[in-house]
């Protein structure tokens, strides 16, 4: 079954990633003088679903490639085109409209803003919904993606 390979590798990843998070968001965060207005509900929410889709992204795009290295080229190609899609160095207000809903597609865009608002603003999770929305959705997706792909990785036809 490509389910238990499927899920180790998903919470291994989830593990290792959320144990830096908490150290960087909570530490860090407080020493290095960054505001700390949202609920901690709110934060744990939105970096949960962000660690989620980006694990399963790189999943998937991990299962795209015959070799190990070769996913690392792809993504020095696209690291700078995705940031600047994400809305963290231009408002997304600035990008032209299908520029914008490209960079729907990726967790960082949803995940960045919804971080804002909650722990510089102290927006309220319901105040972010749309953005948990998109993410919940990317979760789904690439969910779905990874999981073919370990799935064709392993060789099970059923």
Known sequence: SPLAPFTGEFLTYL?????T????????YTLMG???KGSTVAGATIITLYLSAIILLAIA???????R?????WLLWVSIPSLLVSGASLPTEAFPRPLYLIGQLLPSSSA??????VQSMGAS???VLPEIERLSILVIVYGI???YAVKRDIGVNS
Not at 15 to 19: L, Q
Not at 21 to 28: K, Y
Not at 61 to 67: G, H, N, P, Q
Request: proline letters at 8%; aromatic letters at 20%.
């Open 69 to 73: 290295e070769e996913p690392f080229v």
């Open 15 to 19: 593990i290792i990633y959320a144990a």
């Open 125 to 127: 999770l319901t105040d």
């Open 112 to 117: 960045i803003e919804a971080w804002a608002r």
């Open 145 to 147: 993606v990874a999981f």
């Open 34 to 36: 960054y505001p700390i």
């Open 61 to 67: 795009i991990s299962r795209l490639f015959a070799r």
């Open 21 to 28: 998070a908490a150290a960087i968001f909570s530490p860090f």
